[in-house]
Nanobody, 123 residues
Framework: QLQLMESGGDLVQPGGSLRLSCATS????????IAWFRQVPGKEREGVSC???????KYADSVKGRFTISRDSAESTVNLQMGSLTPEDTAVYYC?????????????????WGQGTQVTVSP
């Protein structure tokens, strides 16, 4: 069964770190681009990071230098290591599988989504 499932969301203090995982099943992870998006209520979902075929990565300007995306083929997971978190990082984080081999932050490129995991950054 084709599935993506996020985990790792939590409440963390500003300046802290968190590691999100996207567990995948039902398809060959190495053949697909996987991206992380996030959404705050009342706002559009935004791309955070993606890892393409061949492990080419892309980051939103707002997270460059703070977040790192990686692919663990043995575990069929895509991880997002987040550091120096700020309240502006508070959101529901989603992972998604792309129809294409290239990295993009266009939601229309993605055909499968996880259910999301909540990240809250607060004192």
């Amino acid at each position: 069964q084709l599935q993506l499932m996020e985990s790792g969301g939590d409440l963390v203090q500003p300046g802290g770190s968190l590691r999100l995982s996207c567990a995948t099943s039902g398809f060959i992870l190495e053949d697909h681009t996987i991206a992380w998006f996030r959404q705050v209520p009342g706002k559009e979902r935004e791309g955070v990071s993606c890892i393409g075929v061949g492990n080419i990565v892309k980051y939103a300007d707002s997270v460059k230098g703070r977040f790192t995306i990686s692919r663990d083929s043995a575990e069929s997971t895509v991880n997002l290591q987040m550091g120096s978190l700020t309240p502006e990082d508070t959101a529901v984080y989603y992972c998604a599988r792309s129809l294409f081999r290239r990295c993009s932050f266009s939601e229309h490129d993605y055909d499968r989504w996880g259910q999301g995991t909540q990240v809250t950054v607060s004192p």
